[in-house]
């Protein structure tokens, strides 16, 4: 089974709406955090955020939040007033700190591309 | 201060040649991790590096790859009689520390075995 699941290969947004990016994970882990990374066309891989599987509160990071659902397994990133910089491959990432230690599972990635 | 920087930024080779791939942590990092990407796919672990402890080899797909980190700092990835299937884009990444929650990453090695 895949550890982490992003189901949207291509999502499209207009110019300063929000726009959500899924992602699901599966682990029997109970200590482990999610990411979400930006890699545009350039190909550098940039850092969003990050959320603890023991954070009560969902992460936010400006623009950038993080709909944690526990229970649900879903780990969303919500992406407010959309910039047409946002225009990037994101990847949703999952670290298992008991059985995988520090290495970062990804997801395969979607496309966002921002309209203006 | 300066990122992660990986040499070289291109590499093209025959197949069944050996290849070394680069890689410059941020200095101070004790953690580095090697993944690769195919195009068009997410990131695959390959092998991660903590301090003086031993490497994470477990994600290493044949005893054709292999990496070292000399003296805790540069980090060079070896494929040795390289196929088609290894093209893909090389990153590595670094840490402060292993369980730190960012890792920083470099530009990556675009390898293209011919």
Redesign the interface.
């Known amino acids: 089974a895949q550890k982490?699941t992003q189901t949207q290969p291509g999502m499209f947004v207009q110019e300063k709406e929000a726009v959500t990016l899924d992602c699901t994970y599966d682990t029997s882990d109970q200590s482990y955090?999610l990411?979400w990374y930006k890699q545009p066309s350039?190909?550098?891989?940039?850092?969003l955020i990050?959320q603890g599987s023991y954070d009560e509160q969902n992460a936010t990071e400006g623009r950038y939040s993080l709909n944690f659902q526990k229970a649900r397994k879903s780990a969303n990133l919500v992406i407010s007033a959309s910039q047409l910089g946002d225009s990037a491959m994101y990847?949703c990432?999952m670290r298992e700190?008991e059985t995988s230690?520090?290495?970062?599972?990804?997801?395969?990635?979607t496309q966002l591309t921002v309209n203006p | 201060g300066a990122g992660v920087s990986q040499s070289p930024s291109n590499k093209v080779t025959e197949k069944g040649k050996d290849v070394e791939l680069r890689c410059d942590p941020i200095s101070g990092h004790t953690a580095l991790y090697w993944y690769r990407q195919s195009l068009g796919q997410g990131l695959e672990f390959l092998i991660y590096f903590q301090g003086n402890s031993a490497p994470d080899k477990s994600g290493l797909p044949s005893d054709r790859f292999s990496a070292e980190r000399t003296g805790g700092s540069v980090s060079t990835l070896t494929i040795q009689r390289t196929q088609q299937e290894d093209s893909a884009v090389y990153l590595c990444a670094s840490s402060s520390r292993g369980g730190a929650i960012e890792q920083y990453f470099g530009p990556g090695t675009r390898l293209t075995v011919t």
């Open positions: 982490i955090g990411f350039s190909g550098e891989m940039i850092f990050y990847f990432a700190e230690g520090s290495r970062l599972t990804f997801g395969e990635g």
